[in-house]
T-cell receptor
Framework: GQNIDQPTEMTATEGAIVQINCTYQTSGFNGLFWYQQHAGEAPTFLSYNVLDGLEEKGRFSSFLSRSKGYSYLLLKELQMKDSASYLCAQEDSNYQLIWGAGTKLIIKP | GAVVSQHPSRVICKSGTSVKIECRSLDFQATTMFWYRQFPKQSLMLMATSNEGSKATYEQGVEKDKFLINHASLTLSTLTVTSAHPEDSSFYIC????????????FGPGTRLTVT
């Protein structure tokens, strides 16, 4: 089956930068999503990468390397409200999402 | 951006009763909708893929007779939890895929089901 791997938990300091990595199996790849999920809420869309390279959206950037089956989400100028789980999801050829377990990001003052 | 609504947002029901959850795409048409379940501190688990006008495709381990899915129109899919039990208590989230390119998926806000 498909495996999506991302760290379980990360801790960072307010104002700093953090990079959350995600690896996936390259077969049947159609795209790579990053979602943010606060406790008790549905995921909210952050980014969608189809081509290799870095895509920047304000404080958040997402990178993809299709040959390596690797992506990362980069968060800059961290704010306390960025404390959440960050979910990496691979879209397969049937447009279904294969989810990672999520990375819980803890921001400390 | 596109909006997906779910109703109800929270529901408490007694064991043995049935509960219907609606998922609507408000400003786009979705030929495909997905139903997920999420237990506390766990990732989303896909339950089934719902295609407009045809039977839903259920993931392994999901009972189709217990979780009835109807996708009667391009903007509405419903999930009915039949004969609910306390172990069905969970956060149920739907997502809808826009039928236009680039076929983005949008999530509903989720429904918190508590079975007593």
């Amino acid at each position: 089956g498909q495996n999506i791997d991302q760290p379980t938990e990360m801790t960072a300091t307010e104002g700093a930068i953090v990079q959350i990595n995600c690896t996936y199996q390259t077969s049947g790849f159609n795209g790579l999503f990053w979602y943010q999920q606060h406790a008790g809420e549905a995921p909210t869309f952050l980014s969608y990468n189809v081509l290799d390279g870095l895509e920047e959206k304000g404080r958040f950037s997402s990178f993809l390397s299709r040959s390596k089956g690797y992506s990362y989400l980069l968060l800059k100028e961290l704010q306390m409200k960025d404390s959440a789980s960050y979910l990496c999801a691979q879209e397969d050829s049937n447009y279904q999402l294969i989810w990672g377990a999520g990375t819980k990001l803890i921001i400390k003052p | 951006g596109a909006v997906v609504s779910q109703h109800p947002s929270r529901v408490i029901c007694k064991s043995g009763t049935s509960v219907k959850i609606e998922c609507r795409s408000l400003d786009f048409q979705a030929t495909t909708m997905f139903w997920y379940r999420q237990f506390p501190k766990q990732s989303l688990m896909l339950m089934a893929t719902s295609n407009e006008g045809s039977k839903a495709t259920y993931e392994q381990g999901v009972e189709k007779d217990k979780f009835l899915i109807n996708h009667a129109s391009l903007t509405l899919s419903t999930l009915t939890v039949t004969s609910a039990h306390p172990e069905d208590s969970s956060f149920y989230i739907c997502s809808a895929r826009d039928q236009r390119e680039p076929y983005e998926q949008y999530f509903g806000p989720g429904t918190r089901l508590t079975v007593t």
